[in-house]
């Protein structure tokens, strides 16, 4: 965590000042990418700049080392204003051998920086990259500001003294690349030797010579007069307060523990490890101080089955996974609304169908979600559509499951849970209280009915089990309720015919009720605008940044986000209705555009995009200005 100072500072002498720079760190899955991404990540936070982050990992657990397949990168995006995506074209790729240059090189627009490790360009390194010249030398990177350094035979030299064998020294390589770009663009570099030191404490080589690597990646960028001068990304200007770099399935968990405190209940997540999702249950169970039970389930269908017995004794139920797990938890989620008890489902989406790409980011499960279940089965859908957006998608979808005694889908996805941003963090004060009561005695004379509704609500109450005279029924066969006119009544195993079309109705008015109880639509326009664009989820920030770019041109558009995807909120076809043209960016085949045509009657245009990566905002601003009838 880190106090945002916005006094402004004078220019550092002899130091270039940029607004942004964007820099992927691209190499073999086993060079320690993510490691080095993610401290340069810290390091830029702590510094005050605006950031974001594209995480890319590859498919395989363990690809062949060298091959275009086992590329890793990360991908930092840092600036001194407000930026809302990863970035589009980067400024600097540092390449750790040919595989990752060649797989990261269509990203790159000539005149762009180059640095690659010159030590891993050997023809063996060469040929598992299925390349057949060596791009160094052929003339094909002549476009490109290319600065070969010797980062591996750099690396083992200045380990040698600490009696390290030089296999092991070049898996330090990596912080001579962080040391580089420390060193390029004035990063602090004492946290950097603070975390080497707290991470590999116990492992004493290990530590030294991390730390050697690094310095000797910074004193070669001070000494090796490669580079003209160093540059400068200065501090943003962030509302001052007290922030922390997050990433989106982390916001997700302290979501989950920040509204269990607000409701006054345990909370209780039971999960089965899936990619993208596994780190939700990896940091609730670092949380047991607050109340959090956290169970391995030994399969999906367990894992919701747990969450739902949970909700029945009184707790906070919670479960997540990812596309195919959502697929398996489809029954016991079905349960859980003929139950009518609060819980939450977290569906991190990924590239499918089946296992399709776990390690790629999709939003193609938002059909899954309003349908994925067998009979009338609705459920409220809510959608983060940022990082630290996850922290109050996460809360709000608690708060309505609590409310309505529902199930609630969260949808976030691969793209959100890895990419991080600066979160300013919430005064916990300030958040509602979202505590529910239990039943305590009956509700009807000496008889307690299980499903006597709330008239506002219609939520039924929630009863601990054991409490005296609350004894119940609750179950997945239809069960005899109370109806808006009070006909019904004892949560009996019922199949009659009239009961059952009450009981389907009254649960999809329950849903449909909460519009009632949600914002309008987050609604952004200009005067003379008769272009919308909507989107729900992560594409918010890319349309953003569309909207920027349209706007700059002195082009009037508006744009919308739905964060709450069943119901809508109540004011979404009013704000519709104002447009001739509306544009639908998603990462699917065009699910929200069918859903607002099936109920709006507006004829919405999809912008689709099935590629395992975010949109950019310059093929945001060309697909909007094509609907404009205006020239790129």
């Avoid at 501090?235 to 001052?240: I, K, R, V």
């Avoid at 940091?283 to 367990?302: P, R, W, Y």
């Amino acid at each position: 965590m880190v106090t945002i100072d916005t006094t402004p500072e004078r220019p550092l002498e002899g130091v270039e000042t940029l607004d942004r720079v964007d820099i992927p760190f691209a190499g073999d899955s086993g060079d320690g990418m993510q490691l080095v991404g993610d401290r340069f990540t810290e390091l830029s936070a702590a510094f005050g700049n605006d950031l974001a982050t594209l995480p890319n990992y590859p498919a395989e657990i363990r690809a062949p080392a060298g091959t275009q397949a086992g590329v890793s990168s990360f991908q930092v995006h840092i600036s001194d204003h407000d930026i809302v995506t990863p970035g589009d074209a980067p400024n600097v790729l540092i390449a750790m051998n040919p595989a990752a240059l060649a797989a990261n090189l269509s990203d790159m627009v000539p005149g762009m920086t180059l640095i690659v490790n010159g030590d891993s360009f050997t023809q063996r390194d060469l040929d598992k990259a299925g390349l057949t010249a060596n791009p160094l030398e052929d003339n094909s990177l002549d476009a490109f500001n290319l600065y070969v350094v010797p980062m591996t035979s750099i690396t083992v030299e200045a380990t040698k003294e600490l009696g390290v064998k030089p296999r092991d020294a070049e898996r330090s390589k990596n912080f001579f690349a962080l040391g580089l770009l420390c060193w390029m663009y004035t990063r602090p570099v004492a946290p950097v030797i603070e975390w080497i030191e707290t991470r590999f404490k116990s492992k004493e080589q290990v530590l030294a010579a991390n730390l050697a690597a690094f310095k000797a990646g910074r004193n070669f960028g001070e000494t090796a007069e490669l580079f003209d001068h160093p540059y400068e990304v200065r501090p943003a200007s962030l509302e001052p307060g007290n922030y922390r770099n997050i990433v989106g399935n982390l916001a997700t968990a302290y979501g989950l523990i920040a509204a269990a405190q607000q409701a006054e209940l345990p909370l209780v997540f039971a999960g089965y490890p899936i990619t993208p999702a596994s780190d939700i249950l990896h940091e609730l169970s670092k949380h047991k101080n607050f109340g959090v039970k956290t169970l391995q389930a030994e399969d999906e269908i367990a894992a919701a089955s747990m969450a739902i017995g949970a909700a029945f004794t009184g707790a906070l139920g919670v479960t997540a996974s990812s596309g195919p797990g959502i697929d398996l938890k489809s029954e016991a989620v079905s349960l859980a609304v003929s139950l009518e008890l609060p819980m939450v489902i977290i569906d991190v989406q990924r590239g499918g169908p089946s296992t399709g790409l776990p390690t790629k980011t999709e939003q193609a499960d938002l059909m899954l979600a309003m349908y994925g279940r067998h009979g009338e089965c609705p459920l409220p859908i809510v959608a983060a559509k940022s990082p630290s957006h996850c922290f109050d998608a996460a809360f709000e979808a608690t708060r309505i499951a609590l409310k309505y005694r529902t199930p609630v889908m969260l949808l976030t996805d691969g793209y959100l849970a890895n990419g991080a941003e600066p979160w300013r963090l919430p005064d916990l004060d300030s958040l509602p209280s979202i505590k529910v009561p239990f039943a305590t005695e009956p509700n009807s004379g000496d008889t307690f009915l299980p499903y006597l509704r709330d008239p506002e609500t219609l939520a039924r109450p929630w009863a601990i089990p054991g409490t005296p005279g609350l004894m119940h029924r609750v179950g997945g066969i239809e069960k005899e309720g109370i109806g808006l006119d009070g006909e019904g009544g004892t949560g009996n195993i019922s199949y009659g015919p009239l009961n059952h079309d009450r009981m389907v109705r009254l649960r999809a008015e329950k849903v449909a009720r909460i519009a009632r109880d949600i914002p309008g639509v987050e609604h952004d326009t200009e005067d003379g605008a008769d272009v919308l664009v909507i989107g729900w989820g992560s594409t918010w920030g890319q349309v953003q940044a569309g909207i920027r770019r349209i706007r700059a041109r002195g082009l009037k558009v508006a744009s919308a986000h739905l964060v709450h995807l069943n119901p809508f909120p109540a004011d979404l076809g009013e704000v519709l209705g104002r447009y001739r043209k509306v544009l639908v960016p998603e990462m699917n085949l065009g699910q929200l555009s069918r859903l607002l045509r099936a109920e709006f009657l507006v004829d919405a245009v999809s912008f689709t995009k099935m590629q395992g990566v975010p949109f950019r905002a310059a093929e945001m601003e060309a697909k909007i200005l094509e609907l404009m009838g205006e020239s790129a």
